[in-house]
């Protein structure tokens, strides 16, 4: 299984290339890079640039990319709108691609496979008009990157469109074949249960966001700190038919100690093996 670390748990630092280096001595394979402007500014061919050259350079390959949330450099905080692909006003949709699509040109230099979408928000609503927002999402979004090599990547989330079963009625009524799932299991033990997920999700799942949380608010604990079980996941994982690379997708505001960061990165990885 691959071991991926996010960078969502550097979300409150400008990435570079030592906070790289530290993933990979922590035991991580690869990374996820999470794109928002104040961390990974993708509109910046300097910063662009700048990861490039340093993967060029080293082992530690850039598995995947996670979408933005947010057009700005404070996660929507002074009020810009969020990245909502599902939302009822066109303007806002359009406005949401073209933002997901300029991260997805920093494709062309840092050689990322996937790219990890979500879609939609925490209040929305499942409707067949929800469902329509989605399917020409992804088809837009799928066509952008195909010639870029990467692969869409759709996450469960908490919300009604995203249950890992309507996540599934999308894709087949789209014949969206190339489009995978990151299935994330602290989403997944909120809503339907993990066991419930893999079993709807089941051949799709490319990847895995690793976290944990107490069964009712998306906290993002490292693994155990929760309370997931880790070993019967582990043992519902292998059934797949695919080996899912994991994602150890941690929160970045949980105080930890930098000295301690290393070792709970690898214990994170090995709750799965």
């Known amino acids: 299984m691959l071991r991926v670390l996010s960078t969502h748990l550097f979300l409150n630092q400008r990435l570079h290339p030592g906070l790289l280096e530290t993933a990979g001595r922590a035991g991580a394979q690869a990374v996820e890079i999470f794109a928002a402007r104040q961390h990974f500014d993708y509109t910046s061919r300097d910063h662009v640039m700048e990861l490039a050259a340093w993967f060029r350079s080293n082992p530690i390959e850039p598995f995947s990319m996670h979408a933005?949330?947010?057009?700005?450099?404070?996660m929507g905080r002074a009020g810009a709108p969020a990245v909502n692909l599902l939302h009822p006003e066109k303007v806002r949709r359009i406005d949401a691609m073209d933002e997901i699509k300029r991260a997805l040109e920093s494709a062309e230099h840092i050689p990322f496979k996937h790219l990890v979408v979500h879609l939609g928000?925490?209040?929305?609503?499942?409707?067949?008009?929800?469902?329509?927002?989605?399917?020409t999402a992804l088809e837009h979004l799928g066509a952008f990157a195909s010639p870029l090599g990467v692969k869409l990547l759709v996450e469960n989330l908490v919300s009604e469109p995203t249950l890992p079963e309507r996540l599934v009625t999308v894709l087949d009524l789209?014949?969206?074949?190339?489009?995978?799932?990151?299935?994330?299991?602290?989403?997944?033990?909120?809503?339907?249960?993990?066991?419930e997920a893999i079993?709807?999700?089941?051949?799709?799942?490319?990847?895995?966001?690793?976290?944990d949380n107490h069964g009712t608010r998306d906290e993002h604990l490292w693994p155990g700190d929760g309370t997931i079980d880790w070993a019967q996941t582990a043992e519902l994982l292998k059934a797949l038919p695919a080996t899912p690379a994991q994602v150890l997708e941690i929160g970045h505001t949980l105080g930890d100690a930098p000295d301690a960061v290393p070792a709970k990165i690898q214990a994170g990885f090995d709750r799965l093996g």
């Open 121 to 135: 928000e925490r209040t929305d609503s499942w409707s067949q008009r929800s469902m329509e927002y989605a399917l």
């Open 174 to 195: 789209g014949h969206l074949d190339s489009v995978g799932i990151c299935l994330d299991l602290g989403h997944a033990h909120i809503t339907v249960g993990i066991p």
């Open 199 to 211: 079993s709807a999700l089941g051949k799709r799942v490319v990847s895995l966001h690793v976290h």
């Open 68 to 74: 933005p949330l947010f057009p700005d450099r404070e």
